[in-house]
Antibody, heavy 120, light 111 residues
Framework: EVQLVESGGGLVKPGGSLRLSCAAS????????MNWVRQAPGKGLEWVSS????????YYADSVKGRFTISRDNAKKSLFLQMNSLRAEDTAVYYC?????????????WGQGTLVTVSS | QLVLTQSPSASASLGASVKLTCTLS???????IAWHQQQPEKGPRYLMK???????SKGDGIPVRFSGSSSGAERYLTISSLQSEDEADYYCQTWDTGIQVFGGGTKLTVL
């Protein structure tokens, strides 16, 4: 069974940093592109970043470019999101998502999310 | 610009059918999309990938009463024999090189 478990969320002050992790199990982690997607309170889903299987291709939404860094450790089956210069508008539940198939683009599996609150 | 447009809300009666719509922006009518369901206080769940020709492939364990269809730039999700647990937010998603896009979501109320 595919499992994605996010951690690392919490309360942080504006301008601060936080590192999110996503632990994967139940599949060959190194074979799939991974994504971070966020959801602000009461709002819809917003794609944040994607990373290819071997980290060769990395993409970011304009809203986080230059502040967030996505990475992965295939040996440890883990996905990360380093978030710097955090703003109030970054407050959201952050979901880790795996693409459906190894050559797919759609999100096929989702974690339960971790809440990030940016507030003074 | 790649954009997906969804109606904010929809409603239908228990046991009835409902058809939700996701519209692709101009120039993108041949794009495939995916549908996702998000029940209250839960993470999203992948329902299916839907191609421009109406063919679709569903995720693991998705009931037969969930189906998809396409017409031009419109992508549809039909849920038949509505059950109370179908009350949820439904999001469409599409992609292009270096970008993923979500629609604003449709909140489905089962009456």
């Amino acid at each position: 069974e595919v499992q994605l478990v996010e951690s690392g969320g919490g309360l942080v002050k504006p301008g601060g940093s936080l590192r999110l992790s996503c632990a994967a199990s139940g599949f060959t982690f190194s074979s799939y592109t991974m994504n971070w997607v966020r959801q602000a309170p009461g709002k819809g889903l917003e794609w944040v970043s994607s990373i290819s299987r071997s980290s060769n291709y990395i993409y970011y939404a304009d809203s986080v470019k230059g502040r967030f860094t996505i990475s992965r450790d295939n040996a440890k089956k883990s996905l990360f999101l380093q978030m710097n210069s955090l703003r109030a508008e970054d407050t959201a539940v952050y979901y880790c998502a795996r693409v459906n198939g190894s050559g797919s683009y759609q999100m096929g599996y989702w974690g339960q999310g971790t809440l990030v609150t940016v507030s003074s | 610009q790649l954009v997906l447009t969804q109606s904010p809300s929809a409603s239908a009666s228990l046991g009835a059918s409902v058809k939700l719509t996701c519209t692709l922006s101009s120039g993108h009518s041949n794009y495939a999309i995916a549908w996702h369901q998000q029940q209250p206080e839960k993470g999203p769940r992948y329902l299916m990938k839907l191609n421009s020709d109406g063919s679709h492939s569903k995720g693991d364990g998705i009931p037969v009463r969930f189906s998809g269809s396409s017409s031009g730039a419109e992508r549809y999700l039909t849920i038949s024999s509505l059950q109370s647990e179908d009350e949820a937010d439904y999001y469409c998603q599409t992609w292009d090189t270096g970008i993923q896009v979500f629609g604003g979501g449709t909140k489905l109320t089962v009456l």
